[in-house]
């Protein structure tokens, strides 16, 4: 059973359309990350919220953490097709360890 | 970006063969990670490192074993390969100061 659910799991939109990716949990987490993985490489961290509520900013895509740090949410607005791949969110619950969420494919089409 | 390789990048095995898997990092990091991604599961813990000779299970530790006798160092081995554990596997090193993990290009598992 994974901790951290993320929907939807396939997303395919045209260029310029905005879109929202939420990842869920029933736990509550120290903090949260995001990472967008390429096809055939390793995943690469976007940004850590830490506090609940938090908002940042990165571009055109905005991440939010929920009050309560359990959830959170990733919003990209004008979508392109550079920002095709597959978004992971992290959640650290120990401090040591990071449990991943079940991953959402994104595909932007020019 | 940090320096993390793996190798091999992609390996082809059969049922009840070990199978070790190597992790090299550059960057003088602390802790270390192994991950397996599945479709569906997104990545999934399978042990870690908080330095030289000292590890952690994850969540999905059964069946491999993990050995760090070098800080840049981090072995997987799968003691007797199963079916189930055809995967891609992932290593990353964490600085600890920002919580970034930096993963390698990961190893494609195939067991038959």
């Known amino acids: 059973t994974q901790l951290l659910e993320q929907s939807p799991q396939f997303l395919s939109i045209q260029e310029g359309e905005n879109l929202t990716v939420y990842c869920n949990s029933s736990?509550?987490?120290?903090?949260l990350q995001w990472y967008r993985q390429e096809p055939g490489e390793g995943p690469v961290l976007l940004v850590t919220?830490?506090?609940?509520?938090e908002v940042k900013k990165l571009k055109r895509l905005t991440f939010q953490f929920g009050d309560a740090r359990k959830d959170s949410s990733l919003h990209i607005t004008a979508a392109q097709p550079g920002d095709t791949g597959l978004y992971l969110c992290a959640g650290a619950r120990s401090g040591n360890q990071f449990y991943f969420g079940t991953g959402t494919s994104l595909t932007v089409i020019p | 970006d940090a320096g993390i390789t793996q190798s091999p990048r992609h390996k082809v095995t059969e049922t009840g063969t070990p199978v070790t898997l190597r992790c090299h990092q550059t960057?003088?990091?602390?802790?270390m990670y192994w991950y397996r991604q599945d479709p569906g599961h997104g990545l999934r813990l399978i042990h870690y490192s908080y330095g030289v000779k000292d590890t952690d299970k994850g969540e999905v530790s059964d069946g491999y074993s993990v050995s760090r006798s070098k800080t840049e160092d981090f072995l997987l081995t799968l003691e007797s390969a199963t079916s189930s554990q055809t995967s891609v596997y992932f290593c990353?090193?964490?600085?600890?100061?920002?919580?970034?993990?930096?993963f390698g290009p990961g190893t494609r598992l195939t067991v038959l």
């Open positions: 960057e003088n990091h602390r802790y």
């Open positions: 919220v830490v506090t609940g509520g």
């Open positions: 736990s509550v987490f120290s903090s």
């Open positions: 990353a090193s964490r600085d600890r100061a920002t919580d970034t993990q930096y």
